[in-house]
């Protein structure tokens, strides 16, 4: 039997899982998991399912949207690996992670390339047999070279996210566009504190007591996009700035591949900055 996410982001009114579920049970759909929010403020309701059966997507988005309110959406996905591409500079460990995690069939996904600015993680990213595409940025100005990546990227089809792990350079806006809500970044700090350069010395300067990570969808405002997941981890005055680095890198990864993870298995839904996860 064959299973479908159904993923439904609607104003909110009464009656709205009834509705829905009548229609699973009208086409004789098993529901295996459901999951429901409703965000009081704005008056949005957001539900995510998770049905066995045989039906046709297309019908079955249809009926309920038919159901549903103005200007709602709906989702109707079967199951399979998302197809993505991996940034990252010369910092081994997000991508690491990912990389294992990848191998050992955690991740519903096809690691299409590996691309970076630097060739200093190609040894590594060969031991998996993925393809390594380094595009330097020397001597290149930086539109030119973003649209080296850009050019590179829309090479291959059907990409679903691009996940910067550890890729540190800023992205304009026009390559932000052109991969509109499909690039995860991880942050090296506990958003919104400590954006921009060296978060762990600022972090060790100002005499925190946690630190940690967050993933985030990337938009055109520097680190502020809709965030997907954090860790955070305790520290002390004992602690250096290097020894809070280490332990952030452990969190970094952590918190990246399940954002990627979540992301996978179509957990997300993103409305203005904000996102809901079931």
Not at 5 to 20: C, T
Not at 26 to 43: A, G, P, Q, R, T
Request: proline share 3%; hydrophobic share 40%; net charge neutral.
């Amino acid at each position: 039997m064959n299973h479908y996410r159904v993923l439904i982001d609607a104003n909110d009114e009464k009656g709205l899982v009834h509705k829905v579920s009548s229609i699973f049970f009208k086409y004789d759909l098993n529901i295996l998991s459901n999951s429901e929010f409703v965000d009081k403020e704005s008056n949005k309701f957001f539900m995510r399912s998770v049905v066995e059966g045989a039906v046709n997507k297309k019908e079955l988005r249809d009926a309920i949207n038919a159901l549903l309110p103005k200007n709602s959406s709906v989702k109707v996905i079967e199951p399979k690996k998302k197809n993505i591409i991996i940034m990252a500079t010369k910092e081994l460990h997000a991508l690491g992670d990912i990389l294992i995690r990848h191998e050992s069939g955690e991740l519903e996904a096809n690691i299409l390339a590996v691309v970076s600015n630097y060739d200093k993680l190609e040894s590594l990213v060969e031991k998996f047999n993925i393809p390594f595409i380094t595009i330097s940025h020397e001597e290149l100005e930086r539109a030119e070279h973003e649209e080296k990546i850009i050019e590179c990227l829309s090479s291959y089809k059907n990409v679903d996210y691009i996940v910067l792990a550890k890729y540190m350079r800023i992205l304009t806006p026009h390559f932000v566009e052109t991969f509109k809500d499909k690039i995860i970044n991880i942050h090296h700090s506990f958003l919104p504190a400590f954006i921009g350069a060296n978060p762990y010395k600022q972090a060790y300067n100002r005499g925190v007591k946690i630190i940690g990570a967050t993933a985030h969808f990337v938009n055109n405002n520097l680190d502020e996009g809709p965030i997907v997941a954090q860790e955070v981890i305790h520290v002390n005055h004992a602690y250096s700035w290097r020894d809070m680095q280490r332990l952030g890198r452990d969190v970094e990864k952590v918190v990246l591949s399940r954002a990627l993870k979540l992301a996978l298995e179509d957990r997300i839904f993103v409305y203005e900055n904000r996102t809901v996860i079931f």
